[in-house]
């Protein structure tokens, strides 16, 4: 049973931060990617984001450089510390895992995730101009 639990979203200003954490449980980090993917009214879902196990680490063009994944081992959770913040980054953000595999792109990796049938229920983060 895989729990993926997100929580703090909010509302912050144009160019500010904020970070968002996943808690998980019910699954075995040593053979996952987790990360995080968003979806915003009107628009696709976008994979953002994601961490495996060793610590490498995955970012989309559009927040690399502005955000930072991170994993507590002993508190088994990851972290999305999101700065500089845009209202096109208003959107409900998910978190989600998925089996990690060696063979794939980074990329290909994100895209898989985006797809995955494990997935959190949610957090809002609402950007205002």
């Known amino acids: 049973e895989v729990q993926l639990v997100e929580s703090g979203g909010g509302l912050v200003q144009a160019g500010g931060s904020l970070r968002i954490s996943c808690a998980f449980s019910?699954?075995?980090?040593?053979?996952?990617?987790i990360g995080w993917v968003r979806r915003a009214p009107g628009k696709a879902r976008e994979g953002i984001s994601w961490?495996?196990?060793?610590?490498?680490?995955y970012y989309a063009d559009s927040v690399k450089g502005r955000f930072t994944i991170s994993r507590d081992y002993a508190n088994n959770t990851v972290y999305l510390q999101m700065n500089t913040l845009k209202p096109e980054d208003t959107a409900v953000y998910y978190c989600?895992?998925?089996?990690?595999?060696?063979?794939?792109?980074?990329?290909?990796?994100?895209?898989?995730?985006?797809?995955?049938?494990?997935w959190g229920q949610g957090t809002q983060v609402t950007v205002s101009s």
């Open positions: 989600v895992a998925d089996r990690y595999s060696p063979l794939l792109t980074f990329a290909q990796t994100m895209g898989v995730m985006e797809f995955t049938k494990y």
């Open positions: 019910g699954l075995n980090f040593d053979g996952y990617a």
């Open positions: 961490i495996n196990f060793p610590g490498t680490t």
